[in-house]
């Protein structure tokens, strides 16, 4: 059981581009972390700096306490399963996977033992005898994650290990790398396009953006309280629904006193140019205490609800009046995206899109009435961050 | 018609060109050269054939006679075996010499960014650029200086140092088409740069290794100034040496040295055949993704 | 003749430090093939019998032999005695390759050699080799075309045209009338060049006879009598096929003929114009010493034997040309028309000079033969050119020499 | 110590080797070979500087006097330039037609299956194998039945000929690695068999056409056996023709040949400076996955 | 609009293996149709025959009703996004798309014009000056997106374009693609791993499995109705929940007559093997009528139910009783893994996966109590086929 961590870690590439900057992050012995972020915001690199392929820029790095920037790659008992799997094409899966330990000089039956026992597990004995390129993508890629189990490394870095399976075969992958982890115990970092297998598997998420980590937390913490616009949007799918909104400060505004920036109990954010009231949603007490807390008000707030918060209704019954423009039918659940109507019946700009359970409750074209409880809204300021309000 | 056979993907050895224009290209391409090498030597065979010694003009590519005369005086010449053996040492010594060099000293120019790494490459090619009579004598210095005149060894150095330039170069253009993901595997399976190198990237690049051996190896196969300059004894001459010696000032016996070019050709052709299925490309499928 | 001693008596230091062991051998580079070269390696265990000195012989390809023989002997690797043709003795002399032999070799031994071959080996009024045999080029007839050799020019062209309009006659294709392994090599025009009067050393004073020569083949090339582009190997094949009337070439066609009976060699013929012979190169095949020979007197009486009498009648009874006298005058020596003939032709072949001079010609006269003779463009012009060129790398190779110094 | 440098990724160009060893052996490696090359060119060097034609025995690199006059007498000689011209236009002739065919050659043996591929790939060897010597006549025949002696076209024929084979094998072992998905890419936005070839197929082999170029130019470069029996005008005689009649049979003029030959070599280390920057590899990275 | 046909299309690899066999398939002129199935059933392979990239072993393709099995692929008017991009390496982004627009010697204000428009579109315009290795995976995927239609091809191939892409863009791209396709209209092969995609852009889903066609038809119709077995799990994610259980014909069996095996009204499938009638789940009576068709009696059935249709309350509620083993929290939705217990209280052996909305309403190691509404259950024959009863 080896810790892993981070501290100020960077890399600078040597056309100047700054791909992770000031990492931060530690990682208990045993557990596995899930790395997230979208496509080239150096989750690669930050294994790869790990592994000891790429030179780390500034920081330090530590694997179970010691200092490693400076060892080489071998020496740091670090397992990578590769994004590209990275099979040595010349060799069947059997020497794939007992490379490593042929290097060790491990006897021949321990050999021969170890490999056969992580092939059964991942389900791919029968491709010991085959070459690489007599497998499909799905089956080289197991082949890799073997690889990397069968010398048991004290730390598992793992680059997307299941983005060319299917959904059928990643969920059952899924499980099997679950109980791996549970047995072998090795640290694991794990990289993954994929949030069902982030938060699935991992004890945390670190997500990632541009080089830097925007927060760190179990994965329902950053479903649940996402500390900035970025995290929101980006943790769950479909994707949260975020608005900006003029902030109206409502009655009692400013009457707390000079200098205080303060917003009354009337007070809502208000979408849409023209759509007037009817498309206020007003602010809960945690929202007007954090702006309570400011100098200035701000003219501006954004707002998100989940899709899976928006209650769907007839016409009349919701806050708001939308016009349903595309249905998706997934057979367990549908997605409808809707345009909200401002009170004159005019769609009014903002889209709104909302999961329902089973078939779809309304089709194309169809108005229909939405309403959001008012703990299921998030605030975030509307500047460059966009930090949550709560 | 026949039917069309597409594009074929990477382990497809077998598909076929598509269409008859595609069919017929590659010859239309090849005929001029081929002719141009195949006239010769059928020229040769002809001559070694045939039971004289004078040059024959004819463009019939059968000999008027038959006979093998000229074989059997080529073999039963005094040293034939000893001296034949000379040249398969020592082309088989340059072969291993050579590519283990360039193997090694082209990784490094492909991998490492070293301080004199384009001064290196520019070095290697320096060699190549002077001719062969000029650089003769500086090389009888240094062979001699090092005590190796006479010696397998001696005409082995210069032979690879020869040889290795070349092999250089072409190794390090394929071991940079190699990819670097393949061998960062086998750096975190804790392979060193020696078990890297001998155990992924030699065998990956098998094609590549065939075509340098076999350039090492007719390098030294096929030269004769070098060899006869460098010993001096007639039992360590290599077999060239020997065939060079049936053309005189004036004239030569073109029968007997069309059969020694025959019997020298034939290991090149034993070793093209065993090198041949090595030949074969697209080792490297199947090793990343795509 | 002062150092007329016993071969191998004089107490050379590498005997004295040869202990026990007898002395080193003495070893002969040669570039020898077949025959010859048995003849030449039967000679040396000859040799060793008689004297009881060892002599190891080396057989060297041709083409490689010049290189390695100053490469080796400048690292004082080479051989004690070597055998080879004399055109490079002015540079080997000069760059110190080759030991002198003036001072051993008497009046009386060059006597007994053919004079012109002795001359060949001098340079700069030294001796630098005993000749064992020699080349030179003698005009080879088709029986089937040429009934006899013509004894001047203009009999040998009306036999060339006699031939061509008999072949025309009969419906054939006309043969060439005389051909030259390469018409524009200085060594294949020089008979030309030499009955016209001149010199290839003397462009200067002699222009007008290089012109008159160049000229002279032109016409012949223009007739279509002489073939402008022919190499050696083409050239015999188109004499065994009947397609060429005479060819001038030399001794070493013998191998070309297997097989083929009907052809004659005679002399090259006068030239009808100036009544002059034509007088090709004499090539000498030399033995030689190095410098840097182990065991000089040794290696004296190695070049002495195979110089000899002995090793010459066995030369001439193999068809070579023998550098002796005393064999040709031998009853019957010269019952083979072949030997007949190439030895009339050497009483008036001119030997070729070894001297740097010579080397420099060279090139440039090729050049403007070629372009006088093969591309009929103004002799004039081109000798002009050819002296100019040769005098500029005289000037410069003085220049080079004397920066030599000492060797 | 310096901190390690990792194994660089496929565009990192300025990666650094991990750790002093690995700085250490590459150096190691290319000692011996280097110096197998840089002392006898250094000898060059020296005897061209030196205002005297003898062979320099000594083995300091420096020359006891200094001067120019080799090169002024073999840049004075008549005919230099027009020799010089004659030995670039062969040349890049040669290396022009060497690479097309040679490209196209390799390209058609690497992804067409067709019935004498592996015959034509064994008939290219045969060449290689035959001394020069024996060669060289039934090649002047041919040469001479074509009507091309003395024509610079004869001579291009046949260094390409010379040159084709191996440049076959080296591109194809290339191509082999090249993949597939590109060129099917590029079939399926409508290019035939040219467009691919010249638009995709070789822009992406630039560094093994480098390779080729450069072995096809100096299979000319250098020749001078083959263009002295060919030309018969010295007009039309290449420079290494000239060069050799300083050391040729009749001479041995060691300072205006080592002055030739570095002025040979010029244009030859010129146009290694020019193909250097294509000879990166690397070139297909980032065209498919991984 | 063109459509294309393909009967009985099969290929054999050199190797002899049968990758695809024996397709019928017509796409409608203008119809995007989806390709699914798991890794290495012949998805590639399809459409690369339909490229022109992979001979026709047997069977006929028809492009716009004209035969073009030996045409070569340029003349085919089809344009295809590689898995792999395929981008060409030595060109920048700008020259990959326009590459096919220069070989058709359209005019050069022409091209640049169509490149940025679709650069635009795919929201690329700033790396048009790059080259491949100077992009992320997922800029090179919409590269060579972008490449394809660039072209306006007749037919379009896809082979799995969005893989690489993070959920966000992926969505994002989704909408982008479908709008794209209402606009060109070009007849469209869709091969994807995700289901979500399939069945929100395809108006069709071919199902395949080993080369063989299982099932076509729009997403909902495959999700409601599988053909069989092998459809039924495929689609839907979580995957269905499929039990064998042994047929027990219940009262009034066999009374119909002899010779006709019947089941009555009272028939019953039973899970595991100890469970005794806690496990059961009646037959419904189309299920009845089924087998009562057949001359003889099965000795088991299978029957499935999908994770949301399973029905979780208090131990006593539901028709069965399970504990639960595992608990996966998605933030929106939860899965829950069950194992049914028999009546005695033991594990039965039958694991169950139910999906609820919101958070787990039960912890690991708690009791729930399962229930089916028997119109969700899906009935099929427990042989190889595994066809549905209905
Ligand atoms: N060798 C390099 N030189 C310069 N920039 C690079 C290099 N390697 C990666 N980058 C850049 O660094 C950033 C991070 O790359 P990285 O591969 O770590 O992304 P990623 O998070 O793994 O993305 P993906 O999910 O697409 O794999 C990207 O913008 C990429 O373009
Ligand atoms: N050239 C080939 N030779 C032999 N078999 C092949 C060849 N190409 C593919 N196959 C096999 O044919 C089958 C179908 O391959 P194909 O690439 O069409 O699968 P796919 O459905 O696209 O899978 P994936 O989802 O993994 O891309 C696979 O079993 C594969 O192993
Ligand atoms: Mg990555
Ligand atoms: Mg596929």
């Known amino acids: 059981m080896t810790s892993v961590s981070l501290n100020g870690v960077s890399k600078r590439y040597p056309n100047g581009h700054e791909a992770v900057r000031a990492v931060d992050l530690d990682v208990a012995p045993g557990e596995l972390i899930a790395l997230l972020g979208p496509s080239g915001c150096g989750k690669s690199t930050t294994l790869r700096m790990v592994a000891g392929l790429e030179e780390i820029t500034a920081g330090e790095l530590r694997i179970g306490g010691e200092r490693v920037n400076e060892r080489a790659p071998k020496d740091r008992g670090v397992g990578m399963v590769f994004q590209s799997y990275a099979l040595y094409p010349h060799m069947t899966a059997f020497d794939n996977i007992a490379f490593a330990l042929t290097l060790q000089r491990l006897p021949a039956a321990e050999i021969e033992a170890r490999v056969r026992d992580v092939a059964r597990r991942l389900e791919i004995s029968d491709l010991l005898p085959r070459r690489p390129k007599q497998m499909s993508g799905g089956q080289r890629q197991r082949v890799a994650i073997a690889r990397a189990l069968a010398r048991r490394p004290r730390v598992l870095l793992f680059d997307e290990p299941l983005s060319n399976l299917d959904a059928q075969l990643r969920a059952q992958m899924r499980v099997e790398l679950s109980r791996l982890h549970a047995e072998l115990g090795a640290t694991s970092l794990y990289v993954t396009h994929d949030q069902v297998e982030a938060m699935t598997l991992a004890s945390r998420v670190v997500l990632m953006r541009a080089g830097v980590v925007q927060q760190v937390g179990a994965p329902l913490d950053l479903h649940d309280h996402p500390r900035n616009r970025f995290v929101a949007r980006f943790i769950g799918s479909p994707a949260m629904n975020l608005w900006r909104g003029r902030l109206e400060a409502g009655a009692g505004a400013g009457e707390a006193g000079a200098g205080e920036a303060g917003v009354g109990e009337g007070a809502a954010v208000v979408l849409g140019a023209e759509a007037g009231a009817a498309l206020a949603l007003p602010l809960p007490p945690a929202a007007r205490a954090a702006l309570a807390a400011r100098p200035a008000l701000p003219e501006a707030l954004e707002v998100g609800v989940r899709p899976h918060e928006v209650r769907l209704g007839a016409p009349a019954e919701g806050a708001w009046r939308a016009v349903v423009e595309v249905v998706e039918a997934l057979g367990g659940e549908s997605l409808l995206h809707c345009v909200a109507l401002s009170a004159g019946g005019a769609p009014a700009g903002v889209r709104v899109v909302a999961r329902v359970e089973g078939r779809p409750p309304a089709a194309r074209g169809e108005v229909v009435g939405l309403s959001f409880p008012s703990s299921a809204l998030r605030w975030f300021w509307a500047d460059e961050e966009g930090e949550s309000l709560t | 018609m026949s039917p069309p056979a597409p594009h074929s993907p990477a382990h497809d050895e077998e598909g076929a060109p598509r269409g008859a224009w595609a069919r017929a290209w590659p010859h239309l391409l090849l005929l001029p050269f081929t002719a141009l090498t195949l006239v010769p030597a059928l020229w040769v065979v002809k001559m070694a054939l045939r039971p004289a010694q004078s040059f024959d003009l004819s463009l019939s590519p059968l000999p008027e006679a038959w006979s093998l005369s000229n074989f059997e005086a080529v073999v039963g010449a005094p040293l034939f075996w000893r001296q034949a053996f000379n040249s398969v040492w020592v082309s088989a010594l340059t072969t291993l010499v050579g590519v283990l060099f360039s193997a090694t000293a082209a990784y490094a120019l492909s991998r490492y960014r070293f301080p004199a790494r384009r001064a290196a490459l520019g070095a290697l090619l320096v060699t190549q650029m002077f001719p062969g009579t000029l650089m003769m004598i500086p090389l009888y210095y240094l062979v001699d200086a090092l005590g190796l005149l006479n010696e397998v060894a001696g005409l082995v150095l210069v032979y690879s140092a020869t040889a290795v330039p070349f092999c250089v170069w072409n190794l390090k253009g394929y071991f940079d088409t190699l990819p670097r993901e393949i061998e960062e595997s086998a750096l975190m399976d804790g392979a060193g740069p020696v078990a890297l190198f001998w155990r992924v990237v030699l065998p990956l690049s098998r094609p590549a290794l065939a075509v340098t051996a076999l350039f090492s190896f007719m390098t030294a196969w096929n030269e004769y100034i070098l060899a006869a300059t460098f010993m001096s004894d007639e039992r360590a001459y290599t077999f060239p040496v020997r065939l060079q010696q049936y053309v005189g000032e004036f004239s030569a016996e073109w029968g007997y040295f069309a059969a020694g070019a025959l019997l020298v050709s034939a290991p090149v052709m034993a070793l093209f055949f065993a090198l041949q299925r090595q030949l074969v490309g697209g080792l490297t499928a199947g090793g990343v993704k795509g | ?407």
């Open chain 3, 1 to 407: 003749n002062a150092l007329g001693c016993a071969p191998g008596e004089a107490g050379a230091p590498g005997g004295a430090g040869a202990g026990g062991g007898g002395r080193p051998p003495i070893r002969l580079w040669h570039a020898y093939r077949g025959e010859e070269r048995a003849a030449l390696e039967r000679a040396a265990r000859r040799f060793e019998e008689r004297t009881g000195q060892a002599v190891s012989t080396l057989a060297l390809p041709y083409s490689a032999f010049p290189n390695k023989l100053q490469a080796a002997a400048a690292r004082g690797n080479g051989p004690d005695v070597f055998i080879f043709a004399h055109d490079r003795l002015g540079d080997w002399a000069a760059a110190g390759l080759v030991e002198p032999l003036g001072f051993w070799v008497s009046a009386d031994e060059r006597a007994a050699l053919l004079t012109p071959t002795v001359e060949a080996l001098e340079h700069e009024g030294n001796l630098y080799g005993l000749p064992l045999s020699c080349k030179t080029l003698a005009l080879f007839y088709h029986r089937g075309l040429v009934p006899a050799p013509p004894s001047t020019t203009d009999a040998l062209w009306a036999a060339a045209r006699g031939a061509r309009a008999a072949a025309a006659a009969a419906g054939a294709t006309p043969p060439w009338g005389l051909a030259a392994p390469e018409l524009s090599s200085l060594y294949f025009h020089a008979p030309w060049l030499h009955a016209h009067g001149g010199d290839a050393l003397d462009l200067e004073g002699r222009a007008g006879a290089a012109v008159a020569s160049a000229r002279y083949l032109r016409a012949r090339v223009e007739e279509g009598l002489v073939p402008a582009e022919v190499n050696g190997a083409l050239a015999s094949e188109l004499f065994r096929g009947g397609r060429l009337a005479f060819l001038v070439s030399g001794p070493w066609l013998r191998g070309d003929l297997a097989g083929f009976s009907d052809w004659g060699v005679a002399p090259l013929p006068t030239l009808s114009e100036t009544g002059r012979p034509l007088a090709p190169y004499l090539g000498v095949e030399a033995v030689m010493m190095s410098s840097r020979a182990r065991d000089p007197a040794g290696a004296l009486a190695l070049m002495r034997a195979l110089a000899g009498e002995e090793e010459a009648r066995a030369r001439l009874a193999a068809g070579q040309l023998a550098a002796r006298r005393a064999p040709y005058e031998e009853p019957g020596a010269l019952a083979d028309p072949w030997l007949r003939a190439f030895r009339a032709q050497l009483e008036r072949a001119a030997p070729m000079s070894g001297a740097p001079a010579m080397r420099a010609a060279w090139t440039p006269l090729q050049r403007a033969l070629s372009s006088s003779v093969v591309y009929g463009e103004s002799p004039e012009v081109a000798f002009e050119e050819a002296r100019r060129a040769l005098a500029a790398s005289l000037r410069e190779s003085s220049l080079g020499d004397s920066a030599e110094g000492g060797r």
